[in-house]
């Protein structure tokens, strides 16, 4: 069974910086593009970056400069550096996975940016 487990997420200060993991298993996670998604209290998941098998990297617009997304095959792991956050930034943030046609999410971890 794939399973995403989310790490990393707190409370910082605009300005700051954090680091988010997703753990997998359950599946090849070097074979299979990954992705970080978001969603703010009372607004829809949005995109924020995505990875591929390869390393190749395409993020949002908002994030650009900002975000680096990453990736370690050899412990099922992808990351996103968060610089210069700001209070719109405040959401949960997943991890996901596409696996034979369907979406596998992570439990989300939730990142908090004061003003």
């Known amino acids: 069974q794939v399973r995403l487990v989310e790490s990393g997420g707190g409370l910082v200060q605009a300005g700051g910086s954090l680091r988010l993991s997703c753990a997998g298993s359950?599946?090849?996670?070097?074979?299979?593009?990954m992705a970080w998604h978001r969603q703010a209290p009372g607004k829809q998941r949005e995109l924020v970056a995505t990875i591929t098998s390869g390393g190749s990297a395409n993020y949002a617009d908002s994030m650009k400069g900002r975000f680096t997304i990453s990736r370690d095959n050899a412990k099922n792991t992808v990351y996103l550096q968060m610089n210069s956050l700001k209070p719109e930034d405040t959401a949960v943030y997943y991890c996901?996975?596409?696996?034979?046609?369907?979406?596998?999410w992570g439990q989300g971890t939730q990142v908090t940016v004061s003003s």
């Open positions: 359950g599946t090849i996670f070097s074979s299979r593009a």
């Open positions: 996901k996975v596409r696996v034979l046609g369907s979406d596998y």
